[in-house]
Structure formats: structure tokens, C-alpha cells
């Protein structure tokens, strides 16, 4: 844009090159009611994380029948198939429990169950978190370039400031790569 000419239209990526002139009016305590929807959206449609929390639905009950099955009639504390699905719960979220299987077929089915149970309800979160970063973080390095090409498509439009922005982020970008290459070269030398 060069002076004098009334501000351009918004390009894609602008709010990343630019700095942002953000209102720090208050404090917002309330949450993001659209940024949690989309956020909720992600995790249910692009992450293993309903699927993870169907197989665990599916193996709780099973596993806390066996050791029902296994401990109801010398445990007095697994008594019931209501305790058993408790103490599957408590040992899948690691919480520890309060009455252990006395068989060995119950600490057999128990001590699976808090192994595999674990092991899937938090690896269904952690897989799920992972996946939602390394695609925002994707996203964002998508519109970094977008935005570069735009501003390169249309470089005797910007002023100086801009300009001198796009230099700076060039520059840092391929610094960067540079630094990245070098590490990927030295690692493919030592094998």
C-alpha cells in the first residue's frame, strides 16, 4: 500500500505479519463459547478420542464382570457387579483402590484392566491433544506462507514498514530451515 491510498482489504495471514492491536479491556473470565465448539469439534472428528472411549466402553463392563465373576464370593467388597464396575473405573484413572481382588484370577483380570485401561484412557487424551496441536501449529505455518506469497505477489504495493516486515520474516523462516537442514545433514553423516 503505498501513502495516501485508503487501507487495502484484509489478506489471508495479516494478523499473523502484522501486529495486532488487541483491546486489553479487563479480563475475560468467561470461556470462548465458539472457540470450545470448534475446539470439542476437532477432537470428536479428527482425533482417535471417541474412538478410544467406545473401546474402553466396551471392555470396562467386560473386565469388571470377570472379576466379579472371579472374587464375588470370597471378597465381600466385590460382592456386587455395581462394586466391580467402581473399582474398574478407579483403576483405569490410576486413582488406586480401596479393596484388591484376593484371587489370583481376580488380580489377573484387575491388574490387566488397570494396565490396558490406563493405557487407553490416557493415551485417548494424550493422542488427542497431540494431534489437535501439531494441526493448529500445521495451520498456522500454512498461513505464514500464504501470507508471504500473497505479499510477494503484490510487493510493489507495500509500504516500507511492510516491507521491511516481509524481509524480517523471510529471513527468520529461512534462518530457520537452515538451522533445521543443518541438524537433518550432521544426523545423515553420523549413521
Known amino acids: 500500500m503505498r501513502e ?46 471417541l474412538t478410544m472411549m467406545t473401546v ?29 464396575i467402581w473399582w474398574g473405573l478407579v483403576a483405569m484413572t490410576s486413582m488406586g483402590t480401596t479393596y484388591p481382588p484376593l484371587t489370583g484370577l481376580g488380580q489377573l483380570a484387575g491388574g490387566t484392566w488397570a494396565f490396558v485401561g490406563c493405557i487407553i484412557f490416557y493415551g485417548a487424551i494424550i493422542a488427542s491433544m497431540t494431534t489437535y496441536i501439531s494441526k493448529r501449529k500445521s495451520g498456522t505455518v500454512k498461513q505464514i506462507i500464504s501470507t508471504v506469497e500473497h505479499n510477494l505477489e503484490h510487493l510493489e504495493e507495500l509500504s516500507l514498514d511492510e516491507l521491511t516486515l516481509l524481509k524480517e520474516t523471510l529471513n527468520a523462516v529461512i534462518n530457520e530451515q537452515t538451522e533445521v537442514s543443518k541438524v537433518r545433514a550432521q544426523g545423515s553423516q553420523s549413521r
Open 4 to 49: 495516501g491510498q485508503p487501507a487495502s482489504k484484509v489478506r489471508p495471514g495479516d494478523k499473523i505479519i502484522r501486529k495486532s492491536r488487541k483491546s486489553t479491556k479487563g479480563l475475560r473470565i468467561a470461556p470462548r463459547v465458539p472457540e470450545a465448539i470448534k475446539f470439542f469439534r476437532f477432537i470428536f472428528t479428527q482425533t482417535p478420542f
Open 56 to 84: 474402553i466402553a466396551v471392555l470396562w463392563p467386560l473386565f469388571a464382570l470377570f472379576l466379579y465373576l472371579a472374587e464375588h464370593t470370597v471378597n465381600p467388597d466385590l460382592s456386587n457387579y455395581g462394586n466391580a
